[in-house]
């Protein structure tokens, strides 16, 4: 199992931009789907997660500017981010629960894309 992310790049502020993550590999079922960010020299964090049961939460400093969603049928999720601030400025990460033929169920990392908002 993989997970392929892209979408990042630089964009000025109050700009939008719109990540992407797909699972690949014999993947059986997709739980949890989310997105992480880790900023420099900061821990990473929980940006917005989506339940396999239609639930979304969102980091509070995202709320309002960020949208989860998910293609099941793609196995991808999505994060539309728009009013993007300096601050949002990170490598972000896709993260999926998923279980796989012959592996079980297991936590699953992107590989992480970068997004730099200039002021």
């Known amino acids: 199992v993989q997970l392929q992310a892209s979408g990042g790049g630089l964009v000025q502020a109050g700009g939008s931009l719109r990540l992407s993550c797909t699972a690949s590999?014999?993947?059986?079922?997709?739980?949890?789907m989310a997105w992480h960010r880790q900023a420099p020299g900061k821990q990473r964090e929980l940006v917005a997660r989506?339940?396999?049961?239609?639930?979304?939460n969102y980091a509070d400093s995202v709320k309002g500017r960020f949208t989860i969603s998910r293609d099941i049928a793609k196995n991808t999720v999505y994060l539309q981010m728009h009013s993007l601030k300096p601050e949002d400025t990170a490598v972000y990460y896709c993260?999926?629960?998923?279980?796989?033929?012959?592996?079980?169920?297991?936590?699953?990392w992107g590989q992480g894309t970068l997004v730099t908002v200039s002021s």
């Open positions: 989506s339940t396999s049961s239609g639930g979304t």
């Open positions: 993260y999926a629960d998923i279980r796989s033929l012959g592996l079980g169920r297991n936590d699953y």
């Open positions: 590999g014999s993947i059986l079922s997709i739980y949890d």
